[in-house]
């Protein structure tokens, strides 16, 4: 069950990820490399998160209260998005709240940040995820979490891009 439910999870961030970049384009290009920090092994406490990383700068995305930073693995979705934008970064964290005050959290902290609201599935109990739009669709934030069943942690995943090719 918590197999399908993440390949659902998965499912649908790829096909918001294609409709955000279908819908847009006509874009001025410009020059840029994409890169990719290094992660951690270990969830580390985040006290004070990078605001530039990997080309983008994170300090208009709240960070939860007491994450703890964890490995990337690297996943299609990613490397999809890398294709449609110049600047691609996921970070990923455990956080000991459940998903849905996760989510609550982002509600009221996004738009403070000047982001705006694109798409949002609710998947039940245990799993949400919102799409984040600014700059005319030109920078985006994916956020998701899913209940985890080992130890009852909720992970947080944020998928941030920019600069449409």
């Not at 738009?111 to 984040?132: A, I």
């Amino acid at each position: 069950m918590k197999k399908l439910m993440v390949l659902a999870l998965a499912f649908i961030l790829a096909l918001s990820c294609l409709s955000f970049i279908a819908c847009g384009g006509g874009e001025k290009k410009e020059e840029t490399t994409t890169e990719t920090p290094a992660e951690t092994s270990a969830p580390e406490e985040v006290t004070k998160e990078e605001t530039h990383a990997g080309g983008l700068n994170w300090g208009d995305v709240p960070i939860y209260p007491g994450a703890k930073r964890r490995e990337s693995v690297g996943d299609i979705i990613v490397e999809e998005t890398k294709k449609q934008f110049r600047k691609v970064e996921e970070r990923l964290y455990v956080v000991d709240d459940p998903p849905e005050k996760v989510a609550s959290f982002y509600q009221k902290e996004m738009p403070k940040k000047g982001w705006k609201k694109g798409s949002e599935v609710d998947f039940g109990p245990g799993s949400t995820y919102c799409e984040w739009l600014k700059d005319g669709r030109n920078k985006g934030v994916v956020i998701s979490t899913t209940k985890r069943i080992a130890g009852g942690q909720t992970s947080l995943d944020i998928l941030k891009f920019e600069g449409r090719k």
